[in-house]
């Protein structure tokens, strides 16, 4: 099986401006995960969709968005770049079947780097 | 939210033992203790986890204390490709992971 994907491995924006970062999970997974980590606050949770709902949201402004497709990839989307936003963005994905543990799958993250 | 807490930094010697400590004394009756690793320049990767009893993979052991407040994760030869960032985690709810600050073992030849 293809390990969880993520596009595009590195990315250079500039202040005020929007991108947007997929994420392919492992095939038959519904649910995908999506963390910020920065040398400062660590690994931080941003949100997880299933099944194209946006099931858990952590703690970032709503500049930070994301969606899930009928496929399972998902996307997110940070409008309005601010500096503090240089990241590596990590997506997770999880087969999910309703038992009380499902390990997470990391893809090797996405780079931004914000001037 | 359920919290871990980790030594920042730890060091061993190839192929001898190591236990990496981590105190979650805020740690509900339902929460699963997991550790994940993760190596430079990767995403995290699975390594083990538990609910209450002791737990064993081909990768480590992961020892729970009764009162469920600490656990080790014991891996049992160092090899070079051990030296990773470790993370140990409560699960908040979901598949909603906190992620402390982890902790960086360095293997020494």
């Known amino acids: 099986k293809a390990g969880v994907t993520q596009t595009p491995r590195y990315l250079i924006k500039t202040r005020g401006q929007q991108v947007t970062l997929s994420c392919s999970p492992i095939?038959?997974?519904?649910?995908v995960s999506w963390y910020q980590q920065t040398p400062g606050q660590g690994l931080q949770f941003l949100f997880e969709?299933?099944?194209?709902?946006?099931?858990n949201k952590g703690n970032f402004p709503g500049r930070f968005s994301g969606r899930q497709f009928s496929n399972s990839r998902s996307e997110m989307n940070v409008s309005t770049l601010e500096l503090g936003d240089s990241a590596l963005y990590l997506c997770?994905?999880?087969?999910?079947?309703?038992?009380?543990?499902?390990?997470?799958?990391f893809g090797p993250g996405t780079r931004l780097t914000v001037l | 939210d359920a919290k871990t807490t980790q030594p920042n930094s730890m060091e061993s010697n190839e192929e001898e033992p190591v236990h990496l400590p981590c105190n979650h004394s805020?740690?509900?009756?339902?929460?699963?203790i997991h550790w994940y690793r993760q190596l430079p320049s990767q995403g995290p990767e699975y390594v083990i986890h538990?609910?209450?009893s002791n737990v064993n993979n081909r990768m480590a052991s992961l020892a729970i204390a009764e009162d469920r407040k600490s656990s080790t994760l014991i891996l049992h030869r160092a090899t070079l490709r051990d030296a990773a960032v470790y993370y140990c985690?409560?699960?908040?709810?979901?598949?909603?992971?906190?992620f402390g600050t982890g902790t960086s073992l360095t293997v020494i030849p």
């Open positions: 095939s038959g997974h519904r649910s």
């Open positions: 538990g609910l209450t």
């Open positions: 805020t740690i509900s009756g339902t929460d699963y």
């Open positions: 985690i409560l699960r908040y709810t979901g598949n909603q992971f906190y």
């Open positions: 997770a994905s999880s087969n999910d079947t309703g038992g009380d543990y499902n390990e997470q799958f």
């Open positions: 969709y299933f099944s194209e709902t946006q099931r």
